[in-house]
């Protein structure tokens, strides 16, 4: 008896581990048919072309024998389900914002508000940090001192590896370009650099069709709210504060940073910068012929981030501005402090992301004060006046703005960009701006359809054309002599987001696989599924191939942070069956992994003690 009562125990203690150790102990999805292994709830905005998206994304699941259950939500039911109450098991969607930094804490970090995937640091944590591994690289990455230095690249890139191969979050899946036709006959314009940087070296080598002047450029744009950047939140009203005015640093498309109105700037410590600014550069007129030579000093700038940090509709990137301080007309320091929280000042290499902002004119904003007679009365006329009616440093100046119909610049002939003995030194000038000034006016046609812009670009009528991918026939303008095409890529992210949640069965289970013990039941499923995705047969379907395929987990126009040889997860569906495999699923109805198929254990158990109690019976006898 007591042979077979540690043969019983034997057997509770398998059974045991089999129902509480295995994958299949937390399904709590309906069954499904003998080809599925489990479902996924796969949850996506209610688009028809999210509804073709998720039949493919289920087609082709289908074949390592995952089954998925698509939801298609409304705008306010989508981010509810996905951003607060993290009921799905994959989503789909795309993120937007600035792309001159890599820090996504905020989105990777197990705190971030934007924390989609749920990431928490229990999910890799390393007794070495006292914390998961992506939570550290993302923490000391703002520790890293200057902005752009090579330690802080290569970091970024070590983070970006380590979060697509250890983690997986998520399946990046497209780029998108943004396209733009432009007649032939202008020479000298790119898109990477926008007009501004284009105008001294564009020109138009003849007249096309319906064109009266080879002096003036004509383009189109939506309808504009404010043209004081601190309140405006269109397209068409940052687009003219970009031609108008002009910021201390600008971005290149690499994300080099280049000095502007600041001639350059340097590290008194980490958290105190010293900005010296170009001297002679002299400010537009003010709408009301006031002030006739005003030109840029330090109170300009510290005007301009006073605001934006208290009076801005957004002001929540300039929380790390803990004080300001003018030295002279020409040299000002920002006082760094990343973490209000705490004693001492913390460093935010973020900061000079944000002082791309175009410096405002103190002398005309600033007339009066409210009460405590530092902060600007914004309900002074000017400010109203301004808003219609912005003015600025750079090359072009407002002219006539006729309401909902037109906004006319014209050259403003004593910007310092025009004026040759203005110093520029560390611009790289001549190959970033050009000297060649051909043209003198820059026409807005305020134009609300596409159907119309269209049809004006085709007449003549306008000289650049917005290629909308889903309206426009792109290739047709391609292969039309008449045109050229260009195109950039747009900063914006779109995913298929896995919940990571210790509580989801598949993507959250971080039981390590009996197969490979090196990795987790979960990230391998994960990989499975990346891998079983076939972006480029999407993108062909469903976009014509209009999107790019994109593997960075940050925005793919970041230029020299995109770290070169990232894992890549281009479909392949032996890498899929591998990794489902070693998840302990088989990758065919009648290939069978005994390490997990319970109910073959289970019989062969049963199997075995009766013939062991049967055996130990005879010898009994």
């Not at 564009?202 to 043209?227: A, G, P, R, Y």
Request: aromatic share 16%.
């Amino acid at each position: 008896m007591r042979r077979l009562f540690k043969c019983k125990n034997y057997i509770i203690i398998t059974l045991y581990m089999m129902l509480f150790l295995s994958p299949y102990q937390s399904i709590t999805y309906d069954a499904v048919t003998s080809d599925t292994y489990f479902t996924l709830v796969l949850k996506m905005r209610d688009f028809d072309y999210h509804r073709e998206i998720a039949n493919l994304i289920k087609n082709q699941l289908q074949e390592i024998g995952i089954n998925i259950e698509a939801e298609f939500l409304s705008g306010s039911d989508f981010i509810n389900e996905i951003l607060f109450f993290k009921n799905f098991d994959i989503s789909y969607f795309g993120l937007v914002g600035s792309g001159n930094d890599p820090d996504f804490l905020n989105v990777y970090g197990e705190n971030g508000t934007l924390n989609i995937f749920s990431y928490d640091s229990s999910l890799d944590y390393d007794s070495t940090y006292d914390t998961g591994l992506n939570q550290w690289y993302l923490d000391y990455g703002r520790n890293l001192m200057p902005p752009n230095s090579n330690e802080r690249i290569q970091h970024y890139w070590n983070w970006q590896q380590y979060l697509m191969d250890k983690i997986n979050p998520a399946l990046y899946t497209f780029g998108i370009w943004y396209h733009e036709a432009i007649w032939s006959t202008l020479s000298g314009y790119n898109i990477t650099e926008g007009i501004k940087q284009s105008w001294g070296k564009m020109k138009w080598t003849s007249l096309h069709s319906n064109q009266n002047s080879t002096n003036e450029l004509i383009i189109s744009k939506s309808n504009w709210t404010d043209f004081n950047p601190l309140f405006s939140n269109d397209f068409t009203s940052a687009f003219v504060n970009e031609l108008t005015m002009d910021p201390l640093i600008l971005y290149d498309d690499y994300q080099n940073v280049w000095p502007h109105l600041a001639s350059n700037w340097e590290y008194i410590n980490d958290t105190h910068i010293r900005f010296h600014l170009r001297e002679g550069i002299k400010w537009q007129q003010d709408p009301d012929g006031i002030y006739t030579n005003e030109y840029l000093t330090a109170d300009d700038v510290f005007f301009t981030y006073y605001c934006w940090k208290n009076l801005a509709t957004n002001p929540e990137g300039y929380t790390w501005i803990e004080e300001m301080s003018i030295i002279d007309d020409y040299n000002i320091d920002f006082f760094i402090d990343g973490d209000l929280t705490t004693i001492e000042n913390d460093l935010y290499p973020r900061f000079l992301s944000t002082l791309t902002q175009n410096i405002l004119p103190e002398h005309y904003l600033n007339q009066t004060q409210i009460v405590d007679g530092v902060t600007p009365d914004i309900n002074h006329i000017s400010w109203q006046k301004f808003s219609d009616n912005c003015f600025g440093t750079s090359i072009l100046i407002v002219n006539n703005i006729i309401p909902n119909s037109e906004i006319q610049l014209i050259n403003y002939n004593s910007s310092w960009l025009l004026n040759d003995t203005i110093d520029k030194s560390g611009m790289d000038f001549v190959n970033r701006f050009g000297t060649n000034w051909n043209l003198s006016q820059l026409k807005i046609k305020i134009i609300e359809n596409i159907e119309t812009a269209t049809e004006q670009f085709n007449n003549g009528s306008i000289d650049i054309l917005n290629l909308i991918a889903s309206y426009h026939d792109i290739d047709q303008y391609q292969i039309n002599p008449n045109y050229d095409i260009q195109r950039k890529i747009q900063t914006s992210l779109n995913l298929l987001a896995y919940n990571l949640q210790e509580t989801k069965p598949f993507f959250g289970n971080r039981l390590p696989c009996i197969n490979d013990p090196s990795i987790s039941i979960g990230l391998a499923i994960r990989k499975a599924v990346s891998y079983a995705i076939d972006r480029e047969e999407i993108n062909n379907i469903v976009y014509n191939g209009s999107f790019f395929i994109n593997d960075y987990p940050i925005f793919p126009n970041m230029g020299m942070w995109l770290y070169p040889n990232i894992i890549r997860y281009n479909y392949n569906l032996t890498k899929a069956k591998e990794f489902i495999t070693k998840a302990g699923y088989p990758t065919s109805t009648t290939e069978i992994n005994s390490g997990f198929s319970w109910i073959i254990t289970f019989s062969m158990l049963v199997i075995y003690s009766i013939f062991t109690a049967t055996k130990f019976k005879k010898g009994k006898k």
